[in-house]
């Protein structure tokens, strides 16, 4: 099992470039998660996804798009990067979701210049 | 203030050492999560825990419901644990959790 991938591991971006970061699990899990993590602070919430076909705004949404592709893949998209954004991107799933342990994918450093 | 303090927030001790990691919380929780974030990235879950206490290896984590605090220990500590240890909390009525600011541990040969 692979567990939870990521894709690209890096990428540098121009204000106002758009992108998507890739996320896929081998789990069979229900619910995933996008964080981004800024020097110094916590986890910030993104979205998540309770389950194949639903997907919920987090602590910080603006400025993000998702889709649950599939039970598999959850995918997050950047329409417009600002420096701001600039950050690392955690995918993560979960089995049933609430109060469950949570598995982590390598990250995605972005730089968006 | 923030709703899941750690403490301390850097801690450097010598192989072998005892290690203690606090977490204070003020929400009603449903859970309490411990994670290890290594020097290269990666994030892996430790423990979940809504009362009591769980072993695994050479970690414990231990929580008080009634004083809203939680604590990792690490015995016999290793260079290799050196790491950034976070601590995140399920609220009751939320679906989210709110993670702590992470302490970040070097352990000396």
């Known amino acids: 099992n692979a567990g939870v991938t990521q894709t690209p591991k890096f990428q540098v971006l121009k204000t106002g470039q758009s992108m998507t970061l890739q996320c896929a699990q081998d789990?069979?899990?229900?619910?995933m998660y996008w964080y981004r993590q800024d020097p110094g602070m916590g986890l910030r919430l993104i979205y998540y996804s309770a389950s194949e076909g639903t997907t919920d705004k987090g602590e910080v949404p603006n400025g993000y798009n998702v889709s649950r592709l599939n039970k598999r893949e959850f995918s997050l998209r950047l329409e417009s990067a600002a420096p701001s954004q600039t950050s690392v991107y955690f995918c993560?799933?979960?089995?049933?979701?609430?109060?469950?342990?949570?598995?982590f994918g390598p990250g995605t450093r972005l730089t968006v210049l | 203030k923030n709703e899941v303090e750690q403490s301390p927030q850097n801690l450097t001790a010598q192989e072998g050492e005892f290690i203690t990691i606090n977490c204070s919380y003020s929400v009603g929780i449903s859970a309490l999560h411990w994670l290890q974030q290594h020097p290269g990235g990666g994030i892996v879950s430790l423990f979940m825990l809504s009362s009591g206490k769980k072993k695994h290896g050479r970690l414990i984590a231990t929580i008080n419901i009634q004083e809203k605090h939680s604590s990792l220990h690490i015995t016999a500590s290793h260079p290799r644990d050196s790491a950034v240890y976070i601590c995140?909390?399920?609220?009751?009525?939320?679906?989210?959790?709110?993670w702590g600011a992470g302490t970040k541990l070097i352990i000396k040969p």
């Open positions: 789990m069979n899990h229900n619910s």
């Open positions: 993560a799933s979960s089995e049933k979701g609430r109060a469950d342990t949570q598995y």
């Open positions: 995140a909390v399920q609220k009751d009525s939320n679906y989210q959790l709110i």
